[in-house]
């Protein structure tokens, strides 16, 4: 078990559309029930703020950072414990495609299977998010 946090993985995923349109679709919190399963199958605006009430970590809090021209697409999730979680994600030009990177940090204390699985939840994730915006 790591118990340091320190360690991170770049996930990632090719996908066959331009990055403009990534970009838009996957910085739109009313569309990650479609894609991020391991955010929940119900995402919906509550006061202001993005709830995701199906999750399989509980009531989570999705916050991203403002929509901007650099593919950043970071989001805080925050759980139902009151931590928040930080995950880095950008959308990257690669020639008439894009490249979604997820970097994935090991929290403190998550054991390495733990953490293999949320590896495997993000890499279907991104999967589904391929899947999507090509069948579009």
């Given at each position: 078990?790591?118990?340091?946090?320190?360690?991170?993985r770049h996930l990632s995923i090719r996908?066959?559309?331009?990055?403009?349109?990534?970009?838009?679709?996957?910085?739109?919190?009313?569309?990650?029930?479609?894609?991020?399963?391991?955010?929940?199958?119900?995402?919906?605006?509550?006061?202001?703020?993005?709830?995701?009430?199906?999750?399989?970590?509980?009531?989570?809090?999705?916050?991203?950072?403002?929509?901007?021209?650099?593919?950043?697409?970071?989001?805080?999730?925050?759980?139902?414990s009151g931590e928040t979680v930080h995950?880095?994600?950008?959308?990257?030009?690669?020639?008439?495609?894009?490249?979604?990177?997820?970097?994935?940090?090991?929290q403190p204390g998550t054991a390495d299977?733990?953490?293999?699985?949320?590896?495997?939840?993000?890499?279907?994730?991104?999967?589904?998010?391929?899947?999507?915006?090509?069948?579009?």
């Amino acid at each position: 078990m790591n118990s340091t946090g320190s360690d991170s993985r770049h996930l990632s995923i090719r996908i066959d559309r331009g990055v403009d349109d990534v970009y838009a679709y996957a910085s739109d919190p009313a569309n990650l029930p479609a894609w991020a399963h391991g955010l929940g199958a119900t995402v919906e605006r509550i006061g202001g703020e993005w709830i995701a009430d199906s999750s399989p970590l509980g009531r989570v809090k999705v916050a991203f950072v403002p929509r901007n021209d650099l593919g950043v697409l970071d989001h805080d999730v925050t759980l139902p414990s009151g931590e928040t979680v930080h995950n880095p994600v950008r959308v990257i030009a690669d020639g008439t495609a894009s490249e979604v990177v997820f970097t994935l940090r090991r929290q403190p204390g998550t054991a390495d299977a733990d953490f293999e699985r949320d590896a495997a939840m993000v890499t279907a994730d991104l999967t589904r998010l391929k899947e999507v915006l090509e069948s579009a």
